[in-house]
C-alpha cells in the first residue's frame, strides 16, 4: 500500500484556484491516484481518478507527472461551497488495497 | 445522492449494548466497505465484502463483525460497545472489488453513552 503526504490544511479566497498536492514516493506500476471530497457528517465523494498525465472532468483537474511520484489537484475558481477536506489514495485496480483515507487536507475558502 | 442508503441516521445506546447498522449499497454494485469516522479524524477502514464475501479487513475490532446478503445489503453489527466506539459509520459501495470508484451513503451517527 502506497503511502500518501498531503498538507494538513490549505486557505485560499474565493475564485482562485487551488492546487492540492499529495506524495506518494512508493506508487507501484499499477497504482492509481484517486481523489474524494468530503463535507462535514457526509460521507466522502469521489472527484477524480488517473493513472499519468492529466485527466480532467467537469469538477477538477489531476496532473500526475512522469515520474508518478506526485499528483496534484487542481481546483479552478473554488467558491465558499469547496471548504472540504480532500483525500488522495493510491493503490492497484486489484485487491482492496487503496482504501487508506488519512486525514487529507482541509481547504478553508474565504470570502 | 449517492444511491447507497443507510439506517438508522441515528443512533443512541448505552455502553455494553448491541447494534446493528444496514446498508444498502447502490443498484447493480457488488462491493461494501465499512468505515468509522470519530470526531477530527481519519476515515478508518474496517471491513470489505465482494458479492457476500469477506474480500478485505481492516482495523476492525472482534466486537464487530459485519456480513453482506444475497441482496447484496449488509450489517455492520457492533457489540460490547464502549464510549470510544461512538463515532459516525459510512457504508460506501462501488461496482468491482478494488474499492476505486466508492459511493458512500451519508452515515448513521453512533453515540454511545
Known amino acids: 500500500l502506497a503511502k500518501t503526504t498531503q498538507p494538513i490544511s490549505m486557505d485560499s479566497y474565493e475564485g482562485q484556484e487551488v492546487n492540492i498536492t499529495c506524495s506518494h514516493n512508493?506508487?507501484?506500476?499499477?497504482?492509481?491516484i484517486t481523489w474524494y471530497q468530503q463535507f462535514p457528517s457526509q460521507g466522502p465523494r469521489f472527484i477524480i481518478q488517473g493513472y499519468k498525465t492529466k485527466v480532467t472532468n467537469e469538477v477538477a483537474s489531476l496532473f500526475i507527472p512522469a515520474d508518478r511520484k506526485s499528483s496534484t489537484l487542481s481546483l479552478p475558481r473554488v467558491s465558499l461551497s469547496d471548504t472540504a477536506v480532500y483525500y488522495c489514495l493510491v493503490g492497484a485496480q486489484t485487491g482492496a488495497n487503496n482504501l487508506f483515507f488519512g486525514t487529507g487536507t482541509r481547504l478553508t475558502v474565504i470570502p | 445522492d449517492s444511491g447507497v442508503t443507510q439506517t438508522p441516521k441515528h443512533l443512541i445506546t448505552a455502553t455494553g449494548q448491541r447494534v446493528t447498522l444496514r446498508c444498502s449499497p447502490r443498484?447493480?454494485?457488488?462491493?461494501v466497505y465499512w468505515y468509522q469516522q470519530s470526531l477530527d479524524q481519519g476515515l478508518q477502514f474496517l471491513i470489505q465484502?465482494?458479492?457476500?464475501?469477506?474480500?478485505a479487513k481492516g482495523n476492525i475490532l472482534e466486537r464487530f463483525s459485519a456480513q453482506q446478503f444475497p441482496d447484496l445489503h449488509s450489517e455492520l453489527n457492533l457489540s460490547s460497545l464502549e464510549l470510544g466506539d461512538s463515532a459516525l459509520y459510512f457504508c460506501a459501495s462501488s461496482a468491482s472489488g478494488h474499492g476505486y470508484e466508492q459511493y458512500f451513503g451519508p452515515g448513521t451517527r453512533l453515540t454511545v453513552t
Open positions: 465484502y465482494y458479492n457476500g464475501e469477506e474480500r
Open positions: 512508493n506508487i507501484a506500476t499499477n497504482d492509481y
Open positions: 443498484s447493480g454494485d457488488l462491493s
